[in-house]
């Protein structure tokens, strides 16, 4: 065997002996173990009971989410967790927002608007809620609804649309019930993504 030859069989061996080291046996038999099948539990899923204690009042609205939409719902949730409140908060932040905007940050809307009102929860610049770029950017305008929602004395025990309508002031205080489901399925499939 010439010189060139046996080098590149050398060669050849030596990477496959090398390969066969670093990515271990080409066939492994495990060793056998009995096992019990384990029922799997999620530890941390949302309470249904939490979300809507008093259950939902009138008929329900729903809407099919943007992947716009959905990030507005994570954003509510991470400011509802920012500001250390819990679940129920953020149903009635969401079921709030669902209602003034569908979820939608809304800039002026012209002759559409009504007064001065923007972002997802229609807050006004000139009612003191802060400026239009904060009250544009969804983490300050959730915590701006939650500051005002923990200024409600005992808005955990009260229906979800008389603790929205305490903070928001509306013409029309009682559409924020009919998005109570919606928002609850929300914050049971988001709290904890």
Do not use: C
């Not at 954003?75 to 939608?104: F, G, H």
């Amino acid at each position: 065997m010439n010189t060139i030859m046996r080098k590149s069989v050398l060669g050849i061996a030596g990477i496959a002996f090398a390969g066969g080291i670093f990515a271990g046996p080409a066939v492994h038999a495990a060793p056998a173990v009995e096992s019990t099948p384990v029922a799997v539990v999620q530890a941390d899923k949302t309470d249904t009971g939490k979300l809507i204690p008093h259950g939902v009042q009138g008929k329900q609205s729903r809407i099919d989410l943007t992947d716009e939409q959905t990030k507005n719902v994570k954003a509510i949730i991470a400011a509802t967790k920012k500001a250390d409140m819990d679940e129920r908060a953020a149903v009635v932040s969401i079921a709030t927002a669902l209602q003034e905007s569908k979820l939608e940050n809304l800039g002026h809307l012209g002759e559409r608007n009504d007064h001065d009102s923007q972002g997802l929860f229609q807050q006004r610049p000139s009612s003191g809620w802060g400026t239009v770029e904060q009250i544009t950017d969804p983490e300050y305008s959730t915590l701006a609804f939650l500051k005002g929602l923990k200024q409600v004395d005992g808005w955990k025990d009260m229906p979800l649309t008389k603790a929205a309508q305490t903070v928001q002031v509306s013409a029309y205080p009682d559409h924020y019930a009919q998005w109570e489901q919606q928002a609850a399925d929300l914050v049971a499939e988001h709290w904890n993504s």
